[in-house]
């Protein structure tokens, strides 16, 4: 376990959480807060919540995959790990790029501990909001938005959620 978050900067006596690559101001968000936020849209968009937890996380995905480069990062295999580093540290879970195919653009990731399958709404869980996320990543490597595909989940049972992105044929 590591206490130190090396990628921000914490003004503590001003109350002030920054990200260091990208100077964007950021706070700590508990899961029983974030599950209580979800909840509450949930009631008020219905099945529409899945649209706009997608819309957000996908924004936030750009934000990280941007950060990460202006660390100069522009290798794939660097910007995968970092990438990898990041998500851990937002303490989403343990990212596994099982399967990373540029020339078809192809695209494996599991999840580990993920944080969005811990968090559920009856049997279902908010695991939508990686499906964004992984697009934004997606997009930033190949430009055009993929199918995602959540092949297993935490939620059913399963040890890890995996997701699988391919290209969008029918777009
Ligand atoms: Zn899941």
Not at 29 to 57: C, H, Q, T, W
Not at 90 to 109: M, P, Q, T, W, Y
Request: aromatic share 12%.
């Amino acid at each position: 376990m590591v206490l130190l978050l090396t990628n921000y900067e914490f003004d503590e006596k001003n109350g002030i959480i920054k990200d260091k690559a990208t100077g964007e101001r950021c706070f700590i968000v508990y899961k029983n807060g974030m599950e209580a936020i979800f909840k509450g849209l949930s009631r008020i968009f219905d099945s529409r919540i899945d649209i706009l937890l997608r819309e957000s996380s996908l924004a936030s995905s750009k934000n990280i995959a941007e950060s990460v480069r202006k660390k100069g990062k522009n290798n794939v295999k660097l910007l995968l790990s970092a990438y990898t580093e990041r998500f851990a540290q937002n303490g989403f879970g343990r990212l596994e790029i099982s399967e990373f195919d540029s020339d078809k653009a192809i695209v494996r990731i599991r999840v580990w501990n993920n944080l969005f399958a811990e968090m559920r709404q009856g049997e279902s869980t908010y695991c939508r909001y990686l499906e964004g996320m992984f697009s934004g990543l997606y997009e930033d490597f190949f430009h055009a938005s993929p199918v995602v595909k959540e092949v297993k989940c935490i939620g059913k049972r399963d040890t890890y959620c995996e997701f699988l992105l391919a290209p969008n044929f029918f777009r």
